[in-house]
Nanobody
Framework: QVQLVESGGGLVQPGGSLRLSCVAT????????AGWYRQAPGKQREWIAT???????NYEEFMKGRFTISRDAGKNTVYLQMNSLKPDDTAVYYC?????????WGQGTQVTVSS
């Protein structure tokens, strides 16, 4: 079992930045992948980015450039750096984690972009 806890969300003005963190605890495999998703009110959850245990990254095309995913393997933590935030980025942000064919989700952290 893997437990995920996200943090770092909050209220930010348009143009601002936030860094989200997702800490994984439990039995962590050497080969795994972690990702960030978001869900805005009334919309489906959408994928943002994924990073593997080898450090390979993939991004949803429209997120690339403003959002950066990274990880600290020693801390079992995945980050999402978000820059130039817009009101449309307002959503609950979730991290997920996959290993041994199992997918785990965190509880989400709210990001609100508003002046």
């Amino acid at each position: 079992q893997v437990q995920l806890v996200e943090s770092g969300g909050g209220l930010v003005q348009p143009g601002g930045s936030l860094r989200l963190s997702c800490v994984a605890t439990g039995t962590i495999a050497r080969v795994n992948a972690a990702g960030w998703y978001r869900q805005a009110p009334g919309k489906q959850r959408e994928w943002i980015a994924t990073i593997t245990s080898a450090g390979s990254t993939n991004y949803e095309e429209f997120m690339k450039g403003r959002f950066t995913i990274s990880r600290d393997a020693g801390k079992n933590t995945v980050y999402l750096q978000m820059n130039s935030l817009k009101p449309d980025d307002t959503a609950v942000y979730y991290c997920n984690f996959g290993q041994f064919g199992q997918i785990y989700w965190g509880q989400g952290t709210q990001v609100t972009v508003s002046s």
